[in-house]
Nanobody
Framework: QAQLVESGGGLVQAGGSLRLSCAAS????????MAWFRQAPWKERAFVAS????????SYADSVKGRFTISRDNAKNTVYLQMNSLQAEDTAVYYC????????????????WGQGTQVTVSS
C-alpha cells in the first residue's frame, strides 16, 4: 500500500504563499487519484483539491478556487498543492490522500493518508 508524507507547511502572513508536497512510497502511486483535505480546529475534515492519476483533471473546493493549484509528478511520486493569497481561514492541518476517484469531495473514498502538515496564516 501507499505511504504518504506531507511537508512544506509553516507560518505565513496573510496574502502570502506556500507550496505543500506529498511524497509517496510504493510503485502504485501513479495509479491513484490524489487529493488534499484540511482540518481546522473544531471543524470537520474538508475537501480542498483533487487530481486524476494522469494529472489531466482537477477539482477544487469553492473556497480555494483561483488561489490553490494541485499538481503531480508521477516520476517523483509526489503531489503538490500551491497555495497563493492565503487567508486566515486557510489555517488548518493539511492532509494528502490517495483516493478511488478524483471526482470526489468525500474523505471516505480515500484509503491512504499522510500524517498532515500544519499551515498557519497570520493576520
Amino acid at each position: 500500500q501507499a505511504q504518504l508524507v506531507e511537508s512544506g507547511g509553516g507560518l505565513v502572513q496573510a496574502g502570502g504563499s506556500l507550496r505543500l508536497s506529498c511524497a509517496a512510497s510504493g510503485r502504485t502511486f501513479s495509479r491513484y487519484p490524489m487529493a488534499w483535505f484540511r482540518q481546522a480546529p473544531w471543524k470537520e475534515r474538508a475537501f480542498v483539491a483533487s487530481i486524476s492519476w494522469s494529472g489531466g483533471s482537477t477539482s477544487y473546493a469553492d473556497s480555494v478556487k483561483g488561489r490553490f493549484t494541485i499538481s503531480r509528478d508521477n516520476a517523483k511520486n509526489t503531489v503538490y498543492l500551491q497555495m497563493n493569497s492565503l487567508q486566515a481561514e486557510d489555517t488548518a492541518v493539511y492532509y494528502c490522500a490517495a483516493c478511488q476517484t478524483w471526482r470526489t469531495a468525500d474523505s471516505s473514498d480515500c484509503a491512504h493518508w499522510g500524517q498532515g502538515t500544519q499551515v498557519t496564516v497570520s493576520s
